[in-house]
């Protein structure tokens, strides 16, 4: 397998969970401490080797793509008054050599639709999927363990968590024939969108994924699913049939920040070393 270089970012959704707060900012743009949670997700993927960052984003995504501009008038302040250290946080070197392209996706038909935005800037290589509600806290990040298995297996890999009975319903939950043994790695021979009864397992996509090309084969085939949705898990579900995709159980502290719960966890979480002992 190539180098994987490119990752894909989907930030067009709406937010709803955090209104009023994303009435007028993104929700990837809601800080985590003094950083925007999308800014975590984004270093993790530099991190692990991309070099070319997706973003598939909308008309009230504007404050993402400035984030990760330059801002020449405050950096030229700055200096001014002798703020070195700050410019370092607004000008990072990790970013230097990294491309930031923009999709706009002109209408909200599901993460599946999102991804299908990228189809023409991916070619025929493997590439890495973010989301950024998903924050993980780990060394080596979840992107590089998924692309570590990615590379060893040559087959694509989805990042997975153990996640109890009362929530599985909210994520795409796996089914493998290796699930009853002590593993990370499970071959998938099934996947499922936010199953109301019965989830074939405990196991639920989290955040992370590292597909080969062929996923655009699928996705532009899919019907609308789940919240009348074109879904990536339909897409993966179809693509299992004719390719090799693994599931991998990757190390590090998951949050949700998707959910107001997992949000208020991970600034919790990262502020431990603020707070007077
Ligand atoms: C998406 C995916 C779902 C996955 C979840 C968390 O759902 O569709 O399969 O489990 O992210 O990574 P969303 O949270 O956008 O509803």
Redesign the pocket.
Known sequence: MRKITKAVF?VA?LGTRFLPATKAIPKEMLPIIDKPLIEYAVEEAVVAGIKEIIFITSHTKRSIEDHFDTNLELEEKLLKSGKKDAIKKINRNIFQDVTFTYVRQKSQK???HAILQAKHLINDESFAIL?A??LIINDPSATQQLINVAQKTNSSVI?L?KVPKEHIS????ISSADISKEQKLFLLDG?I??PELNPPSDM?????YVLSHHIFNYLEIINPG??GEL???DAIKLMLKEHDINGYLYDGIKF?C?SKEGYVQAIAHLASDLLPK
């Open positions: 989907p959704g599901g993460l599946g989301l509600d998903d990042g968590n909210r994520y795409g939950v996947i969108e936010k639920a996509v989290f955040g992370r789940v919240a879904q990536l898990t949700d998707g």
